[in-house]
């Protein structure tokens, strides 16, 4: 676990996170807000670095 990609509080977003979410909305995949957009920021930032799995639980509730 890292820390180096906190917000500045519970909650908050990041740069960082922001771009992700702009990122999956232009390739047309909705992210739930902050945790997921923090997540995928991070494996944007690896570059492809290894192999990973991104499992997105994201989805409309009734």
Do not use: K
Not at 34 to 58: C, N
């Amino acid at each position: 676990m890292t820390t180096d990609r906190l917000g500045p509080g519970y909650g908050h977003t990041t740069p960082a996170a922001q771009g992700a979410e702009q990122r999956a909305e232009a390739s047309g995949s909705r992210r739930a807000t902050r945790y997921t957009a923090e997540a995928q920021a991070a494996l944007l930032a690896m570059d492809g670095a290894e192999p990973v799995l991104f499992r997105d639980t994201y989805g409309p509730r009734p």
